[in-house]
C-alpha cells in the first residue's frame, strides 16, 4: 500500500468521529515515519512496510474509537512552540492562545516577572518564556505528573528563564510578587453537556463546582496578595462567564477590568490591574 493509499483510507475510516479527518490520518502517517507533512507529497507513492502498516493500524483505531490525535502522537502545536502532551493535562486548544496574545501585548516592566497556574503541558508559561527571553516565569501545576512534563517541554525548549514547580494555586510562591498572573483553570460546569466529548482529558482539569466559577474565584480572591504594583491578572473562562468573572475582578479590588473574545466570537479572557501604592 503507498503512503496515498493510506491516507486515503484513513480519511474514510477517521471522517465519521472526526471534522478535520484528512488533517488528522496525516498527522499519523507523519509521526509514524517520522517525517514532515511536505515529504508525504513528494514521497506520495512510496510503499509502507508491513511493520509500518501494522503501527499504523494501531494508531488508526485508537483514534476511531475517538481518542485525540494529540494523546496519540504525544505533541502537539500552541502559540510557535511545539509540545509534549499526554492524557494528565489538558490538550493546548488555540482559544488559550488569546491569553498568551494579552500578556505579550500588557505594558510591563522588560524584566517582568509572570506567574501561570495550572500549567499543564507549560503551554502559556513556556509560550510567553520562549517570546520574552528577558522575562521569569514561574509555572505551578498540582498535579505531579503534570509538572514533570511541563518541565521536560521547558528542557526541550530550553527555556532557562521558566521554573515549574508542584502547588495547589499559590502554595509554593508564598511571599514572592509577580508584575503578571495568568491561568487556564478549571470552568466547565459539572454537568455541561460538552463533557462527554473530553472523556479522554482530566476531569479535575476541567470541572469546577458552582456553576464552574468556583476556582476562578479562588484565583481572584487570592491574587491580589501575590501581584505587584500595577499588576495585571488574566483568566481564562467559559463563553458564558464573562459577566461573573468581571464582577470577581473588581469586587477583589481589580480595575481596568475587561474581556476579550476569542476566535470563535465567544467571550473567552477577562483581566485587570491591581492599581495600588505598596
Known amino acids: 500500500m503507498t503512503l496515498t493509499q493510506w491516507l486515503q483510507q484513513a480519511t474514510r475510516q477517521l471522517s465519521d468521529v ?81 491569553l498568551v496574545e494579552q500578556a505579550l501585548a500588557l505594558p510591563l516592566p522588560q524584566n517582568a516577572k509572570v506567574l501561570d497556574l495550572g500549567t499543564g503541558t507549560g503551554a502559556i508559561a513556556l509560550a510567553l518564556a520562549c517570546n520574552r527571553p528577558l522575562w521569569q516565569v514561574t509555572a505551578v501545576d498540582k498535579i505531579p505528573a503534570a509538572v514533570e512534563l511541563a518541565r521536560r517541554n521547558a528542557k526541550r525548549l530550553a527555556a532557562s528563564n521558566c521554573t515549574i514547580l ?44 458552582e456553576q464552574g466559577l468556583a476556582d476562578l474565584a479562588i484565583i481572584c480572591q487570592q491574587a491580589p496578595a501575590y501581584l505587584a504594583a500595577n499588576g495585571w491578572l488574566w483568566l481564562e473562562h467559559g463563553y458564558n462567564q464573562a459577566e461573573a468573572v468581571q464582577q470577581l475582578l473588581a469586587a477583589a479590588g481589580f480595575s481596568h477590568v475587561q474581556s476579550r473574545k476569542d476566535y470563535g466570537d465567544n467571550w473567552r479572557i477577562s483581566g485587570g490591574c491591581l492599581n495600588r501604592s505598596d
Not at 488528522?24 to 502517517?29: E, I, S, W, Y
Not at 502522537?73 to 494528565?88: D, H, M, R, T, Y
Not at 511571599?175 to 466547565?188: C, E, K, M
Open 18 to 98: 472526526s471534522p478535520l479527518a484528512a488533517d488528522d490520518a496525516k498527522l499519523l502517517l507523519c509521526h509514524q515515519l517520522h517525517v514532515s507533512v511536505s515529504y508525504l507529497y513528494s514521497h506520495a507513492d512510496d510503499t509502507l512496510t508491513t511493520a509500518d502498516l501494522n503501527a499504523l493500524q494501531q494508531l488508526l483505531g485508537r483514534a476511531v474509537q475517538d481518542e485525540p490525535i494529540a494523546y496519540i502522537i504525544g505533541q502537539w502545536p500552541f502559540w510557535n512552540i511545539e509540545l509534549e502532551v499526554a492524557s494528565c493535562t489538558l490538550i493546548p486548544r488555540p482559544d488559550t492562545e488569546l
Open 166 to 209: 508542584p502547588s495547589n494555586w499559590f502554595s509554593a510562591v508564598t511571599g514572592q510578587y509577580f508584575d503578571l498572573i495568568v491561568s487556564n483553570p478549571p470552568y466547565i460546569e459539572p454537568d455541561d453537556p460538552h463533557l462527554p466529548a473530553l472523556k479522554y482529558e482530566p476531569v479535575s482539569a476541567l470541572v469546577a463546582a
